[in-house]
C-alpha cells in the first residue's frame, strides 16, 4: 500500500489531485511469491486560471509586470508541483540579478485555491519580507523588506589558503580600484584579474556577473582554485 500511496502523491504534484490508485497483490500457488498489479486512474488533471501576485515591498511590486511576464508558468497550464519549484527559483536569480543579494526562492509562496467547479486552480504568488535577528544576540525575529546590495570594496587575495585560519598578507596595491594584498612578490597581473570581473565598487550586485567571473577565474592556469566571497555590509537597510 506504501507503494500506491507514493504514486498517488506523485500524480497529485503533476495536477492529479482526483488520481486513484489500487494495488492487487496475488499470491503464487505455494505462497512463495507475489505479484504485484497497481490499477491508475490519473482523472483529468487541475490546471491553473488565474495568476496574482502579492507584494508587500514597493520596489519589488514594481517588477511584477516583468516578471509576470518572463515568467514559464501560464494561465491554462497543468498545477505541477516541479514546474512551480523551478518558476520559484527563477524568480529568486530574476532579484538576484537586479541587487536583492539575500533573496531566496524560500521566500515565494504559491497558494493555490481549487474550490472551483471544475478542475481549475486560482495561483497566487506571495512575496515575504527578510527574516531577520531584531536584536543581535537574541531569538527574536523581525520582518523587514529585501534590502538592495552594492558591490563595496573589493579585495584579491592572490596568497590566500583556506587550511589557515587567519590569513595575514605584507604587502598590498591598488590597481582600478582593487586592493591587492600578497606576499613577497604578486605573481599575477593587476590588469588581468581587473579584465576578468565583471564587477566594480559601487555597482549593483548582479548574480550572474559574479559568477561569470569566478567562471573566468577558474580558468587562470596561475591559480589552483579561484573562490569569491561576499561579505554582508549593508547599513540602515540600504
Same mark, same amino acid.
Request: hydrophobic share 35%; charged share 30%.
Given at each position: 500500500?506504501?507503494?500506491?500511496? =507514493?504514486?498517488s502523491?506523485?500524480?497529485? %504534484?503533476r495536477?492529479?489531485?482526483?488520481?486513484?490508485?489500487?494495488?492487487?497483490?496475488?499470491?503464487?500457488?505455494d505462497?512463495?511469491?507475489?505479484?504485484?498489479?497497481f490499477?491508475?486512474?490519473?482523472r483529468?488533471?487541475?490546471?491553473i486560471?488565474?495568476?496574482? *501576485?502579492?507584494?508587500k515591498?514597493?520596489?519589488?511590486?514594481?517588477?511584477?509586470?516583468?516578471?509576470s511576464?518572463?515568467?514559464e508558468? %501560464?494561465?491554462g497550464?497543468?498545477f505541477?508541483?516541479?514546474?512551480?519549484?523551478?518558476?520559484?527559483?527563477?524568480?529568486?536569480?530574476?532579484?538576484? !540579478?537586479?541587487?536583492? *543579494?539575500?533573496?531566496?526562492?524560500?521566500?515565494?509562496t504559491?497558494?493555490?485555491?481549487?474550490?472551483f467547479?471544475?478542475?481549475?486552480v486560482?495561483?497566487?504568488?506571495v512575496?515575504?519580507?527578510?527574516?531577520?535577528?531584531?536584536?543581535l544576540?537574541?531569538?527574536?525575529?523581525a520582518?523587514?523588506p529585501?534590502? %538592495?546590495?552594492f558591490?563595496?570594496?573589493?579585495?584579491?587575495?592572490?596568497? *590566500? #589558503?583556506?587550511?589557515?585560519?587567519?590569513?595575514e598578507?605584507?604587502?598590498?596595491?591598488?590597481?582600478?580600484?582593487?586592493?591587492?594584498l *600578497?606576499?613577497?612578490?604578486?605573481?599575477?597581473?593587476?590588469?588581468?584579474?581587473?579584465?576578468?570581473l565583471?564587477?566594480?565598487t559601487?555597482d549593483l550586485?548582479?548574480?550572474?556577473?559574479?559568477?561569470?567571473s569566478?567562471? %573566468?577565474?577558474? =580558468?587562470?592556469?596561475?591559480?589552483q582554485?579561484a !573562490?569569491?566571497?561576499?561579505?554582508? =555590509?549593508v547599513?540602515?537597510n #540600504?
Open positions: 500500500q506504501k507503494s500506491a500511496k =507514493q504514486i502523491i506523485y500524480l497529485a %504534484k495536477g492529479y489531485f482526483d488520481n486513484d490508485v489500487k494495488l492487487d497483490i496475488e499470491l503464487s500457488h505462497s512463495l511469491r507475489a505479484t504485484q498489479t490499477y491508475i486512474t490519473p483529468e488533471a487541475y490546471r486560471r488565474n495568476i496574482t *501576485y502579492a507584494f515591498q514597493p520596489d519589488l511590486a514594481s517588477r511584477q509586470e516583468l516578471i511576464r518572463t515568467s508558468i %501560464k494561465s497550464d497543468i505541477d508541483i516541479e514546474k512551480l519549484d523551478k518558476e520559484r527559483a527563477r524568480i529568486a536569480t530574476f532579484l538576484n !540579478n537586479r541587487g536583492y *543579494y539575500t533573496f531566496s526562492k524560500d521566500y515565494l504559491f497558494l493555490a485555491d481549487s474550490t467547479d471544475g478542475q481549475v486560482d495561483m497566487e504568488v512575496f515575504r519580507p527578510l527574516r531577520k535577528e531584531a536584536v544576540g537574541t531569538d527574536s525575529i520582518m523587514v529585501h534590502p %538592495k546590495y558591490i563595496g570594496e573589493i579585495y584579491v587575495h592572490t596568497d *590566500y #589558503q583556506p587550511s589557515q585560519i587567519n590569513n598578507f605584507n604587502d598590498t596595491l591598488d590597481y582600478d580600484g582593487i586592493h591587492f *600578497y606576499n613577497e612578490e604578486l605573481d599575477v597581473k593587476p590588469d588581468i584579474i581587473s579584465y576578468l565583471q564587477f566594480k559601487g550586485y548582479q548574480k550572474d556577473r559574479v559568477s561569470l569566478y567562471r %573566468k577565474l577558474s =580558468q587562470l592556469a596561475m591559480f582554485s !573562490n569569491i566571497q561576499m561579505k554582508d =555590509q547599513k540602515n #540600504q
